[in-house]
């Protein structure tokens, strides 16, 4: 059985069904007017179709785009981010490289490159050239007077002459053998010179693996030109046995052919 509910007088005002009083209807003031009217502009709101539901559609065409915007700019963003670490990861590479480098010459300055060890290097060397010098002008002296004393030894005839003579070839050859003690001289000086090059040479090789290598650092070397002119320019100095360019017999005798 339908259960009749009870209309409510303001529910009748709003449905149209009951008259609204006027202004100067008994106890109802202004303020009855007022609060009715807006009443109804709120019914009648609701009655046609929402604003939000405009703003609802255009917000749905419009979002769909924002986001991809975003979306895109978030990668750009994220992209740039990842730049830069790999920037920082080769800086942080290159900044350590440095440091390492700085310390092999720190090394090398403090030990070879200093002025008191470079100068007793040069000492060292100067030392083998005197040193050679000497020992090979005392060994031509001692040669020519044993020459001197052979020619005459064999065109005298007295026997104290002849023993005069032999004693003396005889301490031109002693001579000779002391003159030839210089090469341990010299082999000690120059271990000592191959010594220090040794740790040069090392540590130079240590920073070359710092920047790549040896490839890497021929990569940036300039090409080798020969600025000699004349003579200087086929001078070469004596070569090693292993060094190619020797010159064999079969190629003097090639010439004269």
């Not at 978030?74 to 990842?82: D, G, H, K, S, V």
């Not at 050679?132 to 001197?148: C, G, P, V």
């Not at 010299?186 to 271990?191: F, H, L, N």
Request: glycine content about 8%; overall charge negative; aromatic content about 4%.
């Amino acid at each position: 059985m339908p259960v009749h509910r009870k209309r409510f007088r303001i529910e009748e005002v709003l449905m149209g069904d009951m008259p609204v009083p006027s202004a100067g209807d008994g106890d109802i003031g202004p303020m009855h007017s007022e609060i009715m009217a807006e009443l109804r502009a709120i019914r009648a709101q609701m009655a046609g179709p929402p604003r939000g539901v405009v703003a609802t559609g255009l917000g749905a065409e419009s979002s769909p785009r924002q986001v991809a915007d975003a979306q895109a700019l978030l990668e750009t963003y994220r992209a740039q981010i990842a730049q830069c670490e790999k920037l920082k990861v080769e800086l942080d590479l290159i900044y350590d490289a440095i440091n390492r480098t700085k310390r092999e010459i720190a090394v090398l300055h403090g030990k070879s490159f200093n002025g008191e060890e470079m100068a007793k290097v040069n000492g060292e060397l100067g030392a083998v050239v005197g040193g050679t010098e000497e020992a090979t002008q005392q060994i031509l002296e001692a040669a020519e007077s044993i020459d001197q004393a052979a020619t005459a030894l064999s065109k005298v005839t007295s026997p104290d002459q002849q023993k005069l003579l032999s004693e003396e070839i005889q301490e031109r050859v002693v001579s000779i053998f002391e003159a030839c003690n210089f090469q341990d001289l010299t082999g000690q000086r120059i271990s000592k010179v191959m010594a220090t090059m040794k740790f040069i040479e090392d540590h130079i090789t240590v920073m070359m693996d710092i920047w790549g290598g040896v490839d890497a650092i021929k990569a940036h070397a300039p090409p080798a030109v020969d600025t000699r002119e004349g003579d200087a320019r086929l001078l070469n100095g004596p070569r090693l046995e292993n060094d190619a360019g020797h010159a064999s017999q079969d190629d003097i005798d090639a010439l004269f052919d």
